[in-house]
């Protein structure tokens, strides 16, 4: 009986043994599909990988960044209700000032589900939209990523230029194209973490990473300046009612650009050029007949070479002048009677400088424009610069000594304007141009000396009068400066004719008068009928502009008044 009884105790141990091996083999056995199957272990690998470092910052010349890389979002719309589009149109304009007529003019193009609201947004700007976004459940935010931003959107558009992350990953014009390689980050390997499923992520440090940045590129561009700039042509423009309108400031003692600008020009945040015209440099790129601005030519040649002097008179047949020899009426704006060379000047009499140009000869006049740079690229470290067109002088006849001697027969673009009347200021030194600043080379680029200070001081006393009395006298300011007019007639060659309505109005200004500080010189292309003399439009933007720098800059201001 006992021996029974303890064979069946001994069969329920080993029942329950068994139970609980089968518990624990299950257990394990769950455990281990758990791990393998449904929650399988992580083994990271580290693995180094190629990496592009960050593009180098663009900064003016006082530090203030103009284009750099940042983490950015894209807005989108994932589906469209009509009943949530108002709430969307006040969010877009709130936030990025686009109003509800473009923003309807934007959704008409648009076909299907998904429509892109606002592209390279940076996270800060996110940051502080989150709330207005989240209550709108129609907007969408994507992933980060790294992208290029603009801080002052439109400012110095063409010179700066853009940068595409999907176009090969380079500048597409201006700074960003032309210093591509200095900007563009360093190729390099970092670590990683690689998992076993495959998810890679970065172990590296920001210092690692940064090792790899591009060079930072410094531009001889005052973003002050450059804004008072463009303002001064913005607000011109409307007035005047031209199609476009550029201009650029030069320090003259150093050959650097203060201020480079063309008018109508678009925001690098959110804009692509719809063509050539958008991106272009007008001032560097657009050779045209320049007109009066040159006429200072043949006054310097005829004093430098002691033909002529400021007082000397010249009958201006009041006002038309035929010229039988060549069968050519020469006209003026207003007709008058005897000038002195410096109311020639002053007045821009054509029949005055074309006959002071036939008393000094086609070789001498030829030899000053050319030796200003005239018709020869400025040598500027920059890619849009055109040459202009100065005709070698056994090609000139009598017809071309007058002609030219008013700025037509020959082509020019306003940086060549601009260095010619910053030589002028300097006491008689063509210098080279620059936009980007050298780090090792702060040197002064000299050319070669055109002029004598002694012949340009008596030059100068004329051009004061155009100021002070003549075509751009309808806005006197307090301050010294001088300069001239330039209203040129558009050549169209498929006629082989002036144009008798269409004309670029230009001015070259130097400020102040005694120990100069800055040349400008604009020009507006079609002013309206009413504007189009340069004295109602070019010259009252660039005294405009002086004004403004004088009044803004204070370092400036300062200077100028300890030199009084």
């Not at 009395?469 to 010294?480: K, L």
Request: proline share 3%.
């Amino acid at each position: 009986m006992k021996t029974t009884n303890l064979y069946k105790r001994h069969i329920k141990r080993l029942k329950l043994v068994s139970i609980l091996v089968v518990f624990f083999i299950s257990v394990s056995v769950g455990k281990t599909l758990y791990i393998q199957i449904l929650h399988p272990q992580q083994k990271n690998i580290i693995q180094s990988r190629e990496v592009v470092g960050p593009r180098g910052t663009i900064y003016d010349r006082s530090g203030i960044k103009l284009a750099y890389d940042i983490e950015m979002c894209d807005l989108f719309l994932n589906g469209l209700k009509d009943k949530n589009l108002k709430a969307v149109s006040s969010f877009m304009n709130k936030h990025f000032n686009i109003s509800s007529n473009k923003f309807d003019s934007l959704l008409s193009f648009h076909s299907g589900s998904y429509f892109s609201l606002f592209k390279g947004v940076p996270i800060n700007k996110i940051d502080l939209i989150r709330d207005d976004i989240n209550e709108l459940e129609d907007i969408r935010v994507s992933n980060k990523y790294v992208g290029r931003y603009y801080p002052k959107n439109n400012l110095s558009s063409q010179l700066i230029g853009s940068f595409s992350i999907t176009d090969n990953k380079k500048g597409l014009w201006g700074i960003e194209l032309l210093m591509n390689d200095s900007l563009k980050g360093k190729k390099g390997f970092l670590p990683f973490r690689v998992s076993s499923r495959g998810k890679v992520s970065p172990v590296y440090n920001i210092e690692e990473y940064r090792k790899l940045s591009g060079e930072d590129v410094w531009l001889t561009i005052d973003a002050k300046y450059q804004k008072i700039l463009e303002n001064e042509l913005y607000n011109k423009l409307r007035l005047i009612n031209a199609e476009s309108a550029n201009g650029i400031i030069i320090n003259p003692y150093n050959g650097e650009v203060l201020a480079l600008a063309s008018i109508p020009n678009l925001n690098l945040n959110n804009q692509n050029p719809k063509n050539n015209d958008d991106y272009r440099d007008y001032s560097t790129f657009y050779d045209y007949e320049p007109g009066s601005t040159f006429k200072i030519f043949p006054i310097l040649t005829g004093i430098e070479n002691n033909i002529i002097s400021l007082s000397d008179e010249y009958y201006c047949e009041n006002g038309h002048y035929y010229i039988p020899y060549l069968d050519r009426t020469i006209t003026d704006h207003i007709g008058q009677d005897t000038l002195s060379v410096s109311s020639i000047l002053s007045v821009s009499s054509n029949i005055g400088i074309a006959k002071i140009a036939s008393d000094i000869g086609k070789e001498r006049i030829y030899n000053t424009i050319k030796n200003f740079g005239v018709g020869q690229k400025t040598g500027i470290n920059w890619y849009h610069e055109s040459s202009g067109n100065l005709k070698e002088v056994n090609h000139w006849d009598d017809y071309s000594l007058a002609s030219i001697s008013m700025g037509q027969e020959l082509l020019s673009n306003n940086l060549q304007i601009a260095m010619a009347y910053s030589a002028l200021a300097n006491g008689g030194y063509l210098l080279k141009p620059k936009i980007v600043e050298n780090a090792y080379n702060k040197e002064v680029s000299i050319v070669r000396k055109v002029s004598s200070p002694d012949a340009i001081d008596k030059l100068i006393e004329a051009l004061k009068l155009v100021v002070s009395v003549g075509t751009a006298s309808n806005y006197i300011e307090e301050y010294c400066m001088y300069g001239k007019t330039g209203t040129a007639e558009i050549y169209n060659k498929e006629d082989k004719a002036y144009s008798k309505s269409d004309y670029i109005s230009t001015f070259a200004g130097v400020f102040p008068c005694e120990e100069p500080k800055l040349v400008c010189v604009v020009s507006f292309h079609k002013p309206s009928e009413a504007y189009k003399w340069a004295g109602l439009s070019a010259a009252p933007a660039v005294q405009s502009i002086f004004k403004r720098v004088f009044i803004e800059d204070q370092d400036l201001h300062v200077e100028i008044a300890n030199e009084r």
